[in-house]
C-alpha cells in the first residue's frame, strides 16, 4: 500500500528539482547538526529520536522505498504530525508509520515514546511549535 494517494502523488511528481534538495537539505543539516547528543535526540527543524517508537497515533502504515519518503508522505497529510520508521531490507526499504499526535505537546509525546530498537521517530514542527 502506498503512503501517498492519488492527488498527493500528483503534487509529489509537481515538485520542482530545487525543492526536492531543498528538503533533503533540511533534514541532513537538522540531523548532522546535533548527531553528538548523548541523548541521540535531535533538535532542529525535525525532533528526532533514534531507537523510539510513538505508540497509540498511528493512523497508516506503509512500505516506503527510505525515510526520506515516509518524511514526505507525512508531510504531504495534512493529518500527519509525526512518523516511526523502520528499515527492513538492504535497499533501505522501510516500514513507515504516519502518526497524528498533537505535535505542540512534546512533553506529553515523550510518555508515548517506548524503546523499541531499530525504529526513528520523527516529529515536524507545526505553527505552535515554530516562532
Request: contains cysteine; glycine residues 4%.
Amino acid at each position: 500500500m502506498s503512503c501517498f494517494s492519488k492527488t498527493m502523488r500528483l503534487k509529489k511528481m509537481a515538485i520542482s528539482a530545487c525543492g526536492k534538495y531543498r528538503f533533503l537539505l533540511l533534514i541532513v543539516c537538522s540531523i548532522s547538526r546535533h548527531v553528538r547528543s548523548s541523548e541521540k535526540t535531535y533538535p532542529g527543524a525535525i525532533y528526532t529520536k533514534l531507537n523510539s517508537r510513538l505508540s497509540g497515533y498511528t493512523f497508516k502504515s506503509c512500505i516506503t522505498p527510505s525515510q526520506i519518503s515516509c518524511s514526505q508522505a507525512c508531510l504531504f497529510n495534512t493529518r500527519c504530525s509525526s512518523t516511526n520508521f523502520k528499515e527492513i531490507s538492504r535497499q533501505h526499504e522501510g516500514l513507515c508509520e504516519l502518526n497524528d499526535a498533537p505535535s505542540s505537546d512534546l512533553i506529553g509525546l515523550e510518555n508515548d515514546l517506548h524503546h523499541e530498537d531499530g525504529f526513528i521517530f520523527a516529529l515536524f514542527p507545526n505553527d505552535d511549535m515554530v516562532s
